[in-house]
């Protein structure tokens, strides 16, 4: 029986001895990793940015897209250029849904349906843009004001009207 209880407290000690080795291991890759701090970095492209104070950048699908009154420009990473969509617009708004993207002109009366592969379709409306959201699967809602009166017309992703109705003030 001394034998065994010696031979339980032999495996216990080195038990407890690997387990604080491995805490001190950890703790000490945890403060490194924690307290590091760089001194130097190396450089790999640069880009000159050749933009507006207007320009207003945003994610999309995993890619850049730089918009301005101008029009929108849509880049990888690297700065290569997957699309460019020019036209001119006042107040331009984006709205993001998944794979869809729409460019309107808040109080305007044009919208850009796009995807990271280009554009889809456009819209022309009759009555100034008040607001503009996309759906997943690319259909469009628009709300658009005339007077005291409020307009909600429905597109799909080429621009074809799906649905126009009338709002009392």
Not at 12 to 23: D, E, G, P, Q, Y
Not at 82 to 99: A, H, L, S, V
Not at 125 to 138: D, K, Y
Request: charged share 25%; glycine share 6%; with cysteine.
């Amino acid at each position: 029986k001394q034998k065994i209880r010696e031979h339980r407290l032999k495996i216990l000690k080195r038990t407890l001895v690997t387990a604080l080795i491995v805490f001190v291991i950890i703790a000490g890759l945890f403060l490194f990793l924690a307290l590091r701090h760089y001194e130097d970095f190396d450089v790999n492209s640069t880009v000159e940015r050749s933009d507006t104070a207007a320009t207003i950048f945003e994610e999309f699908q995993g890619n850049i897209l730089k918009y301005s009154n101008d029009g929108a420009l849509y880049t990888d990473t690297y700065n290569e250029r997957i699309w460019n969509q020019t036209y001119e617009m006042t107040d331009p708004q984006i709205d993001i849904c998944e794979d869809y993207l729409t460019i309107y002109d808040k109080k305007g009366t044009m919208i850009y349906i796009m995807t990271k592969e280009g554009i889809l379709g456009g819209i022309e409306t009759t009555m100034p843009i008040q607001q503009v959201r996309v759906a997943s699967q690319g259909t469009v809602a628009v709300l658009m004001k005339k007077d005291a009166s409020g307009y909600l017309a429905m597109y799909d992703k080429t621009g074809a009207k799906l649905l126009h109705c009338h709002r009392m003030p």
